[in-house]
């Protein structure tokens, strides 16, 4: 099942990143979209490349078909993985690996400049590896939690901007 969203923040594509950088950021942003026990395990950024690793754990409520195959708390472990181009833009993927589950989610994301705004673009792939009902989960997930988890990051990310100007 695939997702697609984009998203303008009001803020230079230098602020963006500086964000993603921050390790209290990205603590906040998760807990902020009711994650809890979030730790940024690495965070680099050398020659134009930027890697952030973090683990959080994550309540769902598992519809009905879900529950006899799924655990409604789950640890994901996810790698953001960016590189900057020589237009100004970053690309990148990120995978999310669903400790204990036969979920996989991952996908690509880019910031595109736009003078002093800057375009998110995401696209989230969500593989379910269960016999007969994988398809229905992947679906359910998709447009479900894992629409309300990108919709809560660039909620926040949109926030975070407002209130921590970064001079770039």
């Known amino acids: 099942m695939e997702l697609h969203e984009s998203f303008a923040y009001n803020a230079p594509i230098g602020s963006v990143i500086a964000m993603l950088e921050d390790r209290d950021a990205t603590v906040a942003k998760y807990e902020s979209m009711g994650h809890h026990e979030v730790e940024v395990l690495d965070l680099e950024r050398r020659r ?4 952030i690793i973090s683990t959080r754990v994550v309540d769902v409520e598992l ?3 879900a529950k006899r195959v799924l655990r409604p708390t789950n640890t994901m472990l996810q790698t953001d993985e960016w590189e900057r181009g020589a237009d100004g833009s970053w690309a990148g993927t990120f995978d999310v690996e669903v400790k204990g589950a036969p979920v996989h ?3 690509a994301m880019s910031l595109h400049p736009h003078g002093r705004e800057t375009t998110h673009d995401v ?3 969500v593989d379910v590896k269960i016999p007969l009902i994988g398809s229905r989960v992947a679906a359910w997930a998709a447009q ?3 629409r309300r988890s990108v ?5 926040f990310n949109s926030a975070w901007l407002g209130t921590h100007a970064v001079a770039v």
């Open 48 to 51: 134009g490349r930027l890697w």
């Open 63 to 65: 519809p009905s078909f």
């Open 105 to 107: 989610i991952y996908g």
């Open 123 to 125: 696209s989230v792939h």
């Open 144 to 146: 479900g939690d894992v």
């Open 151 to 155: 919709e809560g990051e660039f909620a």
